[in-house]
């Protein structure tokens, strides 16, 4: 939960990624916050009680979420799907505006990378430019865990994929701090006291 809030407000796709992480991490453990909270949330070592309680709170909200849309197994929240969709409808809007060339650039420069990996996946399964980039981005992260071998080429490609993923995350983060400021609300959502 403290990674998750920081990251949401730094890096969007960091945030997205992390939350995969996180529901990879619910299910290792069964879904069972006694061995969440033995496994992950002890490992925070904080001290005061009413933090671990809204820690804990966050875990069992995001393993109660995962039970009532039958992730248990693989998949998605559909908090995370939406958000991903948001970040790609915005991705579709940078390329619709000339002064973005610089990030048009970044994705296609990208873009045979991502196509090579589209091609690769089971015939059936679509995914948009942003869900594919994470992806890969996700397997490549674990990849690094694993301790395998890398081609060159691979890390190469994901260079190219995580250059446009951090521009758009930029941009994106940056248009909504714009959006929040016009609507009036913080950054944690609530509306801005007007007199």
Same mark, same amino acid.
């Given at each position: 939960? !403290? !990674? ?19 529901? %990879?991490?619910?299910? &290792? ?8 909270? &033995? ?30 849309? $039958?992730?248990?197994?693989?998949? $998605? @929240? ?5 958000? =991903?969709?948001?970040? #790609? ?8 505006? %000339? ?5 048009? %650039? &970044? ?6 990378? +991502? ?12 995914? $948009? $430019? ?14 690094? @865990? ?9 890390? %190469? &490609? ?7 993923? =951090?521009? @758009?995350?930029?941009? #994106? +983060?940056?248009?909504?701090?714009? +959006? ?10 609530? +509306?801005?006291?007007?007199?």
């Amino acid at each position: 939960m !403290i !990674i998750a809030q920081a990251k949401r407000q730094e890096n969007i796709v960091e945030y997205i990624l992390y939350m995969w992480q996180v529901e %990879n991490l619910i299910r &290792a453990n069964g879904l069972d916050m006694s061995k969440i909270n &033995a496994t992950v949330i002890s490992q925070y070592g904080i001290t005061d009680e009413a933090k671990q309680k809204e820690v804990y709170d966050w875990w069992d909200n995001l393993t109660e979420m995962m039970k009532l849309e $039958h992730k248990e197994k693989s998949g $998605h @929240l559909q908090i995370i799907k939406s958000l =991903a969709d948001d970040v #790609y409808n915005y991705h579709l809007y940078l390329l619709t505006q %000339n002064s973005e060339l610089a990030y048009q %650039n &970044a994705f296609q420069n990208a873009w045979a990378d +991502l196509s090579a990996v589209q091609k690769k996946m089971p015939e059936g399964e679509k995914m $948009h $430019h942003i869900e594919l980039a994470l992806a890969t981005i996700y397997d490549f992260f674990l990849l690094k @865990l694993q301790k395998k071998t890398i081609l060159a080429d691979t890390t %190469n &490609a994901m260079m190219r994929i995580s250059h446009f993923m =951090a521009l @758009l995350s930029q941009k #994106y +983060l940056k248009a909504e701090k714009e +959006l929040d400021k016009e609507l009036g609300t913080n950054e944690d959502g609530t +509306l801005v006291g007007k007199d």
